[in-house]
């Protein structure tokens, strides 16, 4: 008998180690999972972050016409400076399109007699014919600029973006906070869409200064000062587009 109370006694006690061997080994494997690194959540949520607030912003490409930019059209309304800045503005909406920033092409279309445009710029228009009048070449887009499904065009006849059009309402309906600019002219439609949009308090407001441009480089940079100076951001494409 007492060989036996021995011998039992020895099997409980393997019985009660292996007990625990395998209890250590399943808290092991259940419950320990892979170590994330210390800054890992941070990064994984910069595309998060990042995909967010493009999703409030909208690019305005403002007259980037032919009658504005294009010489071989010999309009009177043509910006010295806006050929050059085709590519710029062109490589910048492709890159609001690969952020999923939300387009919005502003254009001037003019009736055939001119009698909705400018009482200083009406002298322009006879025939039926005059700048960017609808339908005509010269109020097309650029060569290279492309409207997709999906953007938006507004038409304007002033030059404010935002004077008698339903900008604001289609921006504000998307959930557009911020907005990034490029096209022509600087001291005109550029400058004065701006100054609007600082008026209706959209919270971040950026112009391209390499994708916007003047009849002279002196005014372009005259009034990308004066809107540096209320709170606009005024980087290059590259500086942008990091």
Known sequence: MPSHLALLSCLLVLLLSLDKFLLHYLKKRLFSGPRIPSGGTSKSRRP???????????????????????????????????????PAVAEAVAVARERGIFLVWVVREHDPSGRDVELFRRHHYSG????????????????????KEGEYKLVKTRFSAFFATHLDSVLKTAGIKNLVIVGVQTPNC?????????????????????ATA??????????IRDMKNIGVETPTLDEWRR
Do not use: C
């Not at 493009?54 to 400076?81: C, H, N, Y």
């Open 214 to 223: 003047a009849a002279r480089p002196e005014i372009h940079l005259s009034n």
């Open 190 to 210: 550029i400058r004065q869409t701006v100054f609007d949009a600082v008026a209706l308090d959209y919270e971040k407001i950026t112009v391209l200064i390499d």
């Open 48 to 86: 998060m972050a990042a995909a967010a607030k493009w999703s409030e912003t909208a690019m305005l490409v403002i007259d980037m016409q032919k009658d504005f930019v294009d010489p071989a059209m010999r309009s009177p309304m043509l910006v010295a400076g806006g050929e050059a800045v085709v």
């Open 128 to 147: 039926g014919k005059g700048p960017t009048v609808k339908g005509l070449k010269g109020a097309e887009l650029a060569d290279g600029l492309v409207i």
